[in-house]
């Protein structure tokens, strides 16, 4: 079954960095798009990140410049190194893989970043 594992959140202070990995499995990772997802308390969850399987990426405004979207397809991995972090990157950040030609969403089940003032 897919299964999207994030990790390498935490409690960081402003400015500094931190990197997220989503270990994928239960599908041809290289095939499909990926993105990363936040969502903070009491919000709509927001894309953040988005790579296509040929590598393409987006950005939202708010983190451009700051966080790198990236996959690794021999590992099946996706990753967000995020620097110089603000306060309002405080978030659950939750990785994600494209429909394609299925019914269903699938996301991981997130991991917490918090950056203090």
């Known amino acids: 079954q897919v299964q999207l594992v994030e990790s390498g959140g935490g409690l960081v202070q402003t400015g500094g960095s931190l990197q997220l990995s989503c270990a994928a499995s239960g599908f041809p990772f290289r095939l499909y798009a990926m993105a990363w997802y936040r969502q903070a308390p009491g919000k709509q969850r927001e894309l953040v990140a988005n790579?296509?399987?040929?590598?393409?990426?987006y950005y939202t405004d708010s983190v451009k410049g700051r966080f790198t979207i990236s996959r690794d397809n021999a590992k099946n991995t996706l990753y967000l190194p995020m620097n110089s972090l603000k306060p309002g990157d405080t978030a659950v950040y939750y990785c994600?893989?494209?429909?394609?030609?299925?019914?269903?969403?699938?996301w991981g089940q997130g991991t917490q970043v918090t950056v203090s003032s």
């Open positions: 994600y893989r494209a429909r394609g030609s299925s019914v269903l969403d699938y």
């Open positions: 790579i296509g399987s040929g590598g393409t990426t």
